[in-house]
C-alpha cells in the first residue's frame, strides 16, 4: 500500500505522535495527509506567550470574518510563559475554541488583582480541566480571587495548582475549603499548592455532618501548614477517594501537630469505615520532621502504607485500622512500636530507618502469607532461640537486610523455617555468631535452600556482639559452594581445573580499590606473616551455599553507616576467599600461573585472595 492510500484512522494516530513541525511538513506533503495532520496540528495549541494566542484567534477567521471548520477541532491550549489574569478576563480563546476542554495557564500571576472585575467577564464552561503555576513572587495569594477565578470553571472535572516554590501560600480555612467544591461541584481529580488553616476545636463536632464531595476521587495535596485534623475531615468529605497523597513541606517555626481527645477524634474507626474505595497514595509529611505516610497499590486489596517520622499513636491507629485488609507494609522512619497485630494478608513488609528490634520468629507467625520483608537500620534476633518443638514452614521468598544487626543463629532459622526463600540479600550489616573450638570458624550453612541469589554486600563477622570494633572482627571469608549430586565425577574435575573463569561468583575488582599499590602487593601474596597470623587467630566466616546459587560477597570500601550515634562502623582490613565445591581440608597454600591462589589436596578452590590495605 502506497503511504499516500493509508486509511485516516493510521494517519491521524501518526499525527498524535509528531511534533507540531514534522506536522507541518506532513500537511504539504500530500492532499490525501492534509485533513488528518491538520486536525491533529489544531487540537492541541502550544504557545510560549499570550500575544501569541491572539494571532491564533485571528488567523481562524475567513476574510468574512467568520470562522474556519478548524477553531472547532482544538480542544488543548497551553501557554509555557507568563500570563496575568487580566490576559485570560480579555482574551478572545474561549469564543474562538468553542470546543476548548484543556487549559494550562502557565505562570499566572494574581499580583495586584481587582477581585471585583474577576466576577465581570464570560464563563469558561466548556473547560473541564484547568492548570495554572503560581509564581514565587506571589507567595500570598487571595484566596477569595482563586476562588472567583474557579466560579467561572464550574464544570471542571480536573483541578491542579502548582508552584516551583515550596512556601507559596494559598490559604484556606475549613470554610473556604467547602465554599471551593461548591464552586466547582464536578470535580475528580485535585491537585493543589495550599495551607490549610488549623481546624477550630468547636468546629470538629460538625465535621460529620460536612457535604460529601462524591465525585473526588483522586486528591493530591502539597501542603506548607496543616493540622492532623483535615485528614479526619476528609475521610467525611471524600467517600469514593481512591487516591491520596499528602505532601507537607516544613517550615521554620509553627506546629502542625495538634493534641486533640479522643472524644472528638477517633481516627482508626474512620479510617477503615470511609476510606473503603483507597487504590493507590496516600502521603504524608509532618512540618518540622521530615515524615510522610503512603499507600499505594493497583487496587483495594493491594496497597502500601508508609510513614516517615509519624506520630506513634497515629500509626498504631491506622494499622489498627487496615489490619484486615493490607497486602503491603512500607514504615519509613522513627517509628516506635514493639508488635505486628495478626494478618493473613500481608505480603510485603518494609521497614527503614525505624532504629527497632525485630523477632523474626514471631514476625513470621504473624504473618503467615508474608513473600517479601525488607529492614534497615536496626536489630534482626530470635525471641526464643532455646525454644523446643518445629515451627511451621513459611513462604518467605526475599530476605533483605540493610545496615542490621543480625546473629548466626537468625539466619539458621530463617533458613531452616522457610524452604522456599529465592533470595537473601544483607548489605553493610552485622552478623554475630559462637566460633566453633575445633574449627575456628563461624558457619553459615543455606547449601540446603534454592536460592537463586544471595549476597553479602560488605557485611561484617564478629564473634560477639558485646564487642563489634575492627579489632575484634573476623577479617577472613570462606565462600563455598556445594557440588551438584548429579554431576560426574569426571564432570566435577574439569570443573574444579576451570574454576578460575568460572563466573558464577564475584568478589570486588582490584581496580576498585583507590591504594592499587596496595592491593596489588596483596593479591601477589606479599604480605606480613604476622598480620595473617593475626587473622588466622581470630578464625574465619564460612558460607555454604548451593551449587546453584549466584553468590557475590564483595570486599569493604571506603563507605561509612552508623546504627546510631554511639556506634558506628567503617572499612576493615578483608580477605576474601571464594570456593566452588565442598569442603574438605587444608594443608597448604600456593600460587598458580594465573596469579591466583588455591588450595592442594582438596576439592577447595579459591577464586580470588587479597587483602586490603587501605586504612592503616
Given at each position: ?26 500537511i504539504l506533503t500530500c492532499k ?174 460538625s465535621i460529620p455532618k460536612t ?339 549466584e553468590c557475590d560477597v564483595p ?62
Open positions: 500500500m502506497l503511504a499516500s492510500n493509508l486509511p485516516f484512522e493510521i494517519l491521524s494516530k501518526i499525527a498524535r505522535l509528531l511534533v507540531a513541525d514534522d506536522k507541518l511538513s506532513c490525501a495527509w492534509k485533513i488528518p495532520f491538520q486536525e491533529s496540528l489544531w487540537e492541541n495549541i502550544k504557545i510560549n506567550f499570550m500575544d501569541k494566542l491572539e494571532t491564533i484567534c485571528t488567523s481562524v477567521k475567513d476574510t468574512t470574518n467568520n470562522y474556519l471548520p478548524s477553531n472547532h477541532i482544538t480542544k488543548g491550549l497551553r501557554v509555557d510563559g507568563k500570563t496575568i489574569l487580566a490576559d485570560w478576563k480579555q482574551t478572545s480563546a474561549f469564543k474562538t475554541f468553542p470546543n476548548l476542554k484543556h487549559v494550562d495557564m502557565g505562570s499566572l500571576s494574581f499580583y495586584n488583582v481587582n477581585i471585583k472585575r474577576i466576577k465581570y467577564g464570560p464563563q469558561w464552561d466548556t473547560l473541564n480541566s484547568l492548570y495554572f503555576k503560581v509564581p514565587p513572587i506571589d507567595r500570598k495569594i487571595s484566596t477569595t480571587a482563586i476562588l472567583e477565578v474557579l466560579k467561572k470553571a464550574s464544570n471542571l472535572k480536573e483541578i491542579c495548582i502548582y508552584s516551583d516554590h515550596h512556601y507559596v501560600e494559598i490559604e484556606f480555612n475549613l470554610n473556604q475549603y467547602n465554599a471551593f467544591h461548591i464552586a466547582l461541584p464536578r470535580l475528580v481529580n485535585i491537585r493543589v499548592q495550599l495551607m490549610l488553616k488549623d481546624i477550630h476545636p468547636d468546629a470538629v463536632p457535604l460529601s464531595a462524591l465525585d473526588v476521587t483522586k486528591l493530591y495535596l502539597k501542603l506548607s501548614g496543616w493540622s492532623h485534623l483535615w485528614l479526619y475531615y476528609f475521610c467525611y468529605k471524600y467517600l469514593n477517594l481512591q487516591t491520596l497523597s499528602f505532601v507537607s513541606i516544613c517550615r521554620l517555626g509553627g506546629i502542625v501537630i495538634k493534641k486533640t481527645t479522643k472524644e472528638k477524634y477517633h481516627f482508626s474507626v474512620q479510617l477503615r469505615e470511609y476510606f473503603h474505595a483507597w487504590k493507590q497514595c496516600v502521603s504524608t509529611v509532618w512540618n518540622g520532621q521530615n515524615g510522610r505516610m503512603y499507600c499505594s497499590g493497583n487496587s483495594f486489596a493491594h496497597r502500601t502504607y508508609h510513614t516517615t517520622v509519624f506520630p506513634c499513636t497515629v500509626f498504631e491507629r491506622l494499622l489498627q485500622s487496615f489490619v484486615t485488609t493490607l497486602e503491603r507494609l512500607s514504615i519509613n522512619g522513627q517509628v516506635r512500636f514493639d508488635i505486628f497485630l495478626y494478618s493473613s494478608l500481608l505480603v510485603s513488609i518494609k521497614i527503614k530507618y525505624c532504629g527497632v528490634h525485630i523477632a523474626l520468629d514471631n514476625l513470621l507467625d504473624n504473618y503467615p502469607s508474608l513473600q517479601k520483608f525488607g529492614f534497615s537500620h536496626g536489630k534482626l534476633y530470635i525471641s526464643n532461640p532455646k525454644s523446643s518443638g518445629c515451627p511451621s514452614q513459611h513462604g518467605l521468598k526475599l530476605l533483605k537486610l540493610d545496615l542490621v544487626v543480625t546473629s548466626v543463629s537468625a539466619l539458621e532459622y530463617a533458613s531452616f523455617r522457610c524452604k522456599s526463600l529465592q533470595s537473601i540479600n544483607m548489605k553493610s550489616s552485622r552478623i554475630c555468631g559462637s566460633i566453633s573450638a575445633e574449627a575456628r570458624s563461624i558457619c553459615i550453612v543455606i547449601s540446603h535452600l534454592k536460592l537463586k541469589t544471595s549476597i553479602f554486600d560488605h557485611v561484617r563477622f564478629f564473634s560477639s556482639e558485646e564487642d563489634m570494633s575492627d579489632d575484634t572482627s573476623i577479617n577472613l571469608i570462606l565462600l563455598s559452594h556445594s557440588t551438584n549430586p548429579h554431576m560426574s565425577t569426571k564432570a566435577k574435575e574439569n570443573e574444579n581445573e576451570n574454576v578460575n573463569v568460572n563466573q558464577k561468583s564475584s568478589v570486588e575488582p582490584l581496580a576498585c580499590k583507590a591504594n592499587v599499590s596496595e592491593a596489588e602487593k596483596s593479591y601477589y601474596d606479599k604480605r606480613d606473616e604476622e598480620d595473617w597470623e593475626e587473622d588466622l587467630c581470630r578464625g574465619y566466616v564460612e558460607l555454604r551455599c548451593n551449587y546453584k546459587t570486599l569493604w570500601t571506603c563507605r561509612e553507616y552508623s546504627f546510631d550515634q554511639k556506634t558506628s562502623y567503617g572499612p576493615d582490613k578483608l580477605k576474601s576467599y571464594q570456593a566452588f565445591s565442598d569442603i574438605q581440608s587444608t594443608k597448604s597454600l600456593v600460587n598458580d600461573d594465573y596469579g591466583f591462589n588455591k588450595y592442594v589436596n582438596t576439592e577447595l578452590f579459591v577464586h580470588s585472595l587479597y587483602k586490603d590495605n587501605l586504612y592503616n
